[in-house]
């Protein structure tokens, strides 16, 4: 089984730039469209952005469309969210996730342990 540890987050002040990164274990990482998630205190986990296997296609959520860019680098086992333009409203672990269709939420069955981004005004 896939095993996905998210690095990159921390704190930053609005406007500024943040990039995160998920390392997977396995050499079949190709073989997963990857996905991002966050979820703030009190809040649900939202989809935020996602890349199927061969970075042909991505999707983002509305509310960070424009700002954020999600790639991957499969020789390095490895995705990538670049977050720019950064709002308060961003703040929230977030989490990498591995699945099987690229536009189906319900796909993405392997999570990473997450990691923490806080925006400050």
């Known amino acids: 089984q896939v095993q996905l540890v998210e690095s990159g987050g921390g704190l930053v002040q609005a406007g500024g730039s943040l990039r995160l990164s998920c390392a997977a274990s396995?050499?079949?990482?190709?073989?997963?469209?990857m996905g991002w998630f966050r979820q703030a205190p009190g809040k649900e986990r939202e989809f935020v952005a996602a890349?199927?296997?061969?970075?042909?296609?991505?999707f983002y959520a509305d509310s960070v469309k424009g700002r954020f860019t999600v790639s991957r680098d499969n020789a390095q086992s490895t995705v990538y969210l670049q977050m720019n333009s950064l709002k308060t409203e961003d703040t929230a672990v977030y989490y990498c996730?591995?699945?099987?269709?690229?536009?189906?939420?319900?796909?993405?069955?392997?999570w990473g342990q997450g990691t923490q981004v806080t925006v400050s005004s």
């Open positions: 396995e050499r079949t990482f190709s073989n997963y469209a």
């Open positions: 890349i199927s296997r061969s970075s042909a296609n991505t």
């Open positions: 996730a591995a699945g099987s269709a690229v536009i189906l939420i319900s796909s993405y069955r392997h």
